[in-house]
Each structure stands twice: as structure tokens, then as C-alpha cells.
């Protein structure tokens, strides 16, 4: 079953980071992902640049509305992502526990599926 894990990291968390203690949170992170990799787990693994970089866009009434970062209302914001293949919800949440993120951020766990159910 396939199962992504979202890292959900407290907004400004990043900016008051070192460059040198971000690369070396990434470093962690390029290592947990090639131990997923070995494993036969991991589908994908990307990190995300900034919400202060994104844009949000809705239409409402035919109209279309782009909004740039970053959105005051959030506090919080998706750092990133591993999509995996794993044979159950159990192992999911056990690897989320293994992930460093999980130390200074929140690992969600979901499932995918139809939005419908």
C-alpha cells in the first residue's frame, strides 16, 4: 500500500536556522531517504522550497485568484515529502518515527487514496 509522510515543519523554523545547520538537517534527511531507498520503500522523496516562494490559486465565480507566500494565516507549512511503499498503516507510522524530522517538526502519515471515501 502507498503511504506519504509530510513533513510539517512550524512556520519561520527554517529562517532561524543556519545555512550550515540546514544543510546539515538535509544531510540527515538524504541519509534517512537512501535507507528507505535500500529497503525498497521509498517511491520518491523531495524537500520544498519555502511557503514564502509559493503561491496559492483558487477560482471562485469563474475568476481566477493567485495569492503569493507567504500566507499569514498558516502556522505551519509542508517542508517536504516521502511517498512509500510499505505492506501496512504499522510499518508507515514505524517509519515515521525513524525519521528525523520527527525531532523538530511533525511526520504525517496518509495514505493514498480517492477523495471520495
Keep these: 500500500m502507498a503511504y506519504m509522510l509530510l513533513i510539517v515543519e512550524p512556520q519561520g523554523q527554517r529562517a532561524a536556522r543556519s545555512e550550515a545547520d540546514g544543510r546539515e ?26 511557503d514564502t516562494k509559493g503561491k496559492r490559486v483558487q477560482i471562485r ?28 498503516e504499522a510499518e508507515a507510522l514505524e517509519i515515521a518515527a525513524q ?3 520527527a525531532e523538530w517538526a511533525t511526520v504525517e502519515v496518509r495514505a493514498l487514496g480517492p477523495c471520495f471515501t
Aim: with cysteine; net charge negative.
Design 25 to 50: 538537517l538535509y544531510d540527515v534527511m538524504l541519509r534517512f531517504a537512501g535507507s528507505l531507498k535500500e529497503r525498497g520503500l521509498l517511491v520518491d522523496a523531495q524537500s520544498l522550497q519555502s
Design 61 to 88: 465565480d469563474g475568476q481566477r485568484t493567485v495569492v503569493d507566500g507567504p500566507f499569514a494565516e498558516t502556522k505551519e507549512m509542508v517542508g517536504g515529502f516521502f511517498l512509500l511503499t510499505t505492506d501496512d
Design 99 to 101: 525519521c528525523p524530522a
